[in-house]
């Protein structure tokens, strides 16, 4: 599949690149027409420093922000995302003054959870969601019912690559949207044409990358 990888490239920053497959390919709530790959700039420093930069030019500076909460292996960003914020003067009401970056721990059943050790980074504070890619935002929103749950104040959340505007009437912000990607769709399973035609799946795909079938 990799030999059909496509390059679309940031509108604010040259140094951020989103790889893409296209194909038929199957999240755990949808068909796409295309793998979206963010492994580069979560992984590469560069370019995970680069996306937290941009990231913050895009967050409220109105807002308190103790706690950010990283879904889809993107700690990495998290740490840099977490260091604008400090040099960029944003409060935090933190005992030591600094931000939390942690994320939740996903169960057998799906479920989104924290262990002890880690919800009081979570209760009573004020939290940016930071996920790497959103197709439908079924993730956002158990992501931020179990911020909710555990305490947690929802200040922002971004996300590297989305195709939705908001979840729950919470706006979300991103590097690369579905404008992005010539021709990127999401179907309904039920109503993929790929399925429809007989096409069979190439891969599971989610936020940490995909699983040839």
């Given at each position: 599949?990799?030999?059909?990888?496509?390059k679309?490239?940031?509108?604010?920053s040259?140094?951020?690149?989103?790889?893409?497959?296209?194909g038929?390919?199957?999240?755990?709530?949808?068909?796409?027409?295309?793998?979206?790959?963010?492994?580069?700039?979560?992984?590469?420093?560069?370019?995970?420093?680069?996306?937290?930069?941009?990231l913050?030019?895009?967050?409220?500076?109105?807002?308190?922000?103790?706690?950010?909460?990283c879904?889809?292996?993107?700690?990495?960003?998290?740490a840099?995302?977490?260091?604008?914020?400090?040099?960029?003067?944003?409060?935090?009401?933190?005992?030591?003054?600094?931000?939390?970056?942690?994320?939740?721990?996903?169960?057998?059943?799906?479920?989104?959870?924290?262990?002890?050790?880690?919800?009081?980074?979570?209760?009573?504070?004020?939290?940016?969601?930071?996920?790497?890619?959103?197709?439908?935002?079924e993730?956002?929103?158990?992501a931020?019912?179990?911020?909710?749950?555990?305490?947690?104040?929802?200040?922002w959340?971004?996300?590297l690559?989305?195709?939705v505007?908001?979840?729950?009437?919470?706006?979300?912000?991103?590097l690369?949207?579905?404008?992005?990607?010539?021709?990127?769709?999401?179907?309904?399973?039920?109503?993929?044409?790929?399925?429809?035609?007989?096409?069979?799946?190439?891969?599971?795909?989610?936020?940490?990358?995909?699983?040839?079938?």
């Open positions: 599949m990799e030999d059909r990888t496509m679309f490239y940031s509108k604010e040259n140094l951020l690149t989103l790889h893409c497959i296209p038929h390919f199957a999240t755990s709530h949808s068909h796409i027409n295309y793998y979206v790959d963010v492994t580069s700039i979560k992984t590469r420093t560069s370019e995970a420093r680069e996306a937290a930069k941009v913050y030019s895009k967050m409220p500076k109105s807002n308190y922000v103790d706690t950010i909460v879904m889809d292996g993107t700690e990495v960003i998290g840099f995302l977490g260091q604008e914020i400090e040099q960029g003067g944003l409060i935090s009401t933190n005992r030591h003054e600094t931000v939390y970056v942690v994320s939740p721990e996903i169960n057998n059943n799906n479920q989104i959870l924290f262990r002890d050790n880690n919800k009081g980074a979570v209760a009573g504070k004020h939290v940016v969601l930071l996920l790497a890619t959103t197709t439908t935002g993730t956002i929103r158990r931020l019912e179990c911020i909710r749950y555990y305490g947690g104040e929802i200040e959340v971004a996300s690559f989305s195709t505007d908001s979840v729950d009437s919470v706006p979300i912000d991103s690369f949207d579905g404008h992005d990607v010539t021709g990127y769709a999401a179907y309904n399973p039920h109503d993929c044409p790929f399925c429809k035609k007989g096409q069979r799946i190439e891969a599971m795909v989610n936020g940490f990358g995909y699983s040839k079938l």
